[in-house]
């Protein structure tokens, strides 16, 4: 008698649907932990800005807006994306003043999500733009409510 080895067809197709229906169940997961890294990505580069606005202040008395169409003096750099380069970045970040306030008393800096600056193909549905000021205030014009730590 002659013995088989091998996968029969039938064997291959039951291995293939339960790894199909493992990567159905694990995606949702794991493009959720690729939302909030992206985020937690903006939320730093805003941090960083931020700092770097408060050093501007400190010496100039006024702060300073910025944003990726705009050129800064060759003395003051401000970087207007949120990863290690523009193009791979989530966020375009832009500093303004606060509404109300004048760049002595308040600046308002703002990650927006998948510009044509940055990586267009990246979306927040939950948070959308992320907003920090110098008066401290964290918020997001989105309609999430877990934006900010």
């Not at 003395?75 to 606060?98: K, L, N, P």
Request: proline share 4%; with cysteine; hydrophobic share 35%.
């Amino acid at each position: 008698m002659k013995r088989q080895t091998g996968m029969t067809l039938i064997e291959l197709l039951i291995v293939m649907a339960l790894v199909c229906v493992l990567a159905a169940l694990a995606y949702p997961s794991y493009a959720g932990y690729v939302l909030k890294s992206r985020r937690a990505e903006g939320q730093a580069a805003l941090l960083e800005a931020m700092a770097h606005q408060e050093r501007y202040y400190t010496d100039n008395n006024r702060y300073l807006p910025f944003s990726a169409d705009t050129d800064t003096p060759d003395d003051v750099r401000f970087r207007w994306w949120s990863g290690q380069t523009a193009h791979d970045s989530a966020y375009e970040i832009s500093a303004r003043a606060c509404p109300g306030h004048g760049l002595e008393r308040c600046i308002e800096l703002r990650a927006t999500p998948g510009t044509a600056h940055v990586d267009g193909r990246f979306r927040d549905a939950e948070c959308d733009t992320l907003i920090l000021d110098s008066i401290g205030r964290r918020r997001a014009t989105g309609s999430g409510s877990r934006c900010w730590p």
